[in-house]
């Protein structure tokens, strides 16, 4: 898989997911935006919430806050984008499964996809893409579903994604699960 191609497809996905969701829920005023995969490295998908979603569930529980797959646009925004991301990782698996590829191979290909989705992200940050739209800086992270992330690589996501107030408040709610 040509990785470099990945990333410019993820990136104008990532755009088009984000520009489609401020069209239509900007009002709502919109604070986060994710990117996610999965444990199998066979998905990429956006993850959006706002403010006033966030005003009708539990407060004390800032899983809701910080949680992509927590938030009420979870896998909605540039779909036939995200699909044929999604299609695309899932031939690579297969025919690299099929060619007999090992868990080192998948270990790369994994770790190499959740690394594309950060740079993405960060590429956007520092572009001021979100910034740019809503007008104020934004939460921003990648996670994976179904797989425990090392808490060195979580502070690191967040670190590099955030430098708003929402860093610190990721942090002292992350102390209270991660360990």
């Not at 990785?3 to 984000?18: G, P, R, V, W």
């Not at 066979?42 to 919430?49: E, G, K, L, R, W």
């Not at 529980?61 to 984008?81: I, N, T």
């Not at 770790?111 to 740079?119: E, G, I, N, R, S």
Request: negative net charge.
């Amino acid at each position: 898989m040509n990785f470099e191609t990945l990333s410019q497809n993820i990136e104008n996905a990532a755009k088009k997911a984000f520009i489609e969701m401020y069209e239509k829920y900007g009002a709502e005023e919109i604070y986060a935006f994710a990117l996610y995969s999965d444990e199998m490295a066979m998905t990429v998908c956006p993850s959006t919430n706002t403010l006033k979603h966030l005003a009708t569930v539990d407060q004390a529980d800032l899983s809701y806050k910080f949680e992509p797959a927590e938030w009420k646009y979870e896998m909605v925004g540039a779909d036939k984008a995200f699909n044929e991301i999604s299609k695309k990782l899932r031939d690579t698996l297969y025919e690299n499964a099929d060619a007999g590829a090992d868990d080192e191979w998948f270990n790369g290909f994994q770790q190499q996809l959740f690394a594309t989705c950060v740079d993405v992200l960060e590429k956007l940050k520092r572009e001021n893409f979100f910034k740019n739209i809503v007008g104020k800086e934004i939460f921003l992270t990648f996670t994976v579903s179904d797989y425990d992330m090392k808490e060195k690589d979580v502070e690191n996501i967040i670190n590099r994604l955030n430098d708003n107030e929402y860093k610190t408040e990721y942090y002292n709610w992350m102390k209270t699960w991660m360990r």
